[in-house]
Nanobody
Framework: QGQFVESGGGLVQAGGSLRLSCAAS????????MGWYRQAPGKQREVIAH???????NYADSVKGRFTISRDNAKNTVSLQMNSLKPEDTAVYYC?????????????WGQGTQVTVSS
């Protein structure tokens, strides 16, 4: 077993961009739908985008048109390009299988990467 490792977060002004990356071991990643999730202070973790093994994507309304999820199956990575960032995008961002994240997949949560958007 392993876990996902997220990177690319940081502090950015509203309207700016960031690109997040998620690395996974091949045994976890192969043939699985992958999602990006985020948790803002005082709020529950929510799924914001997911992508199937074949590349089909789906987005939460809050990020649709601003964020783009992609994956490189050969490199076992998933990325999230975030444009037109807003202060309400401030959160810790995670990747994992799903959605949904099953009980068995809870062990794959990594440390996440902090995204802070200043107004």
């Amino acid at each position: 077993q392993g876990q996902f490792v997220e990177s690319g977060g940081g502090l950015v002004q509203a309207g700016g961009s960031l690109r997040l990356s998620c690395a996974a071991s091949g045994s976890i990643f192969r043939y699985q739908t992958m999602g990006w999730y985020r948790q803002a202070p005082g709020k529950q973790r929510e799924v914001i985008a997911h992508i199937s093994w074949g590349g089909s994507t789906n987005y939460a309304d809050s990020v649709k048109g601003r964020f783009t999820i992609s994956r490189d199956n050969a490199k076992n990575t998933v990325s999230l390009q975030m444009n037109s960032l807003k202060p309400e995008d401030t959160a810790v961002y995670y990747c994992n299988l799903g959605p949904p994240v099953t009980t068995a997949n809870l062990v794959y949560w990594g440390q996440g990467t902090q995204v802070t958007v200043s107004s």
